[in-house]
């Protein structure tokens, strides 16, 4: 039960962020600050890239 609460807490951390980030654009009339969100879009992209092409090599599997 404490790790659903963890987890509900940092899912509303992170909505409060992401609307404060879009409220200080729109109120602003600043658009840059957006850069932000599409970082945060972006950054799994690498993980998956590599995982997608190093494919089943894992040194620990018993397959040789």
């Known amino acids: 039960m404490a790790g659903m609460v963890h987890i509900i807490a940092l899912a509303f951390l992170l909505a409060v962020g992401s609307l404060s980030v879009i409220l200080s654009c729109a109120l602003y009339s600043n658009w840059l600050p957006l850069l932000v969100v599409i970082a945060y879009l972006l950054a ?6 590599c995982k997608r092409l190093a494919g089943n090599s894992d040194f620990m599997s018993e397959e040789s």
Request: net charge neutral; hydrophobic share 50%.
């Open 44 to 49: 799994p992209f690498p993980n998956i890239l």
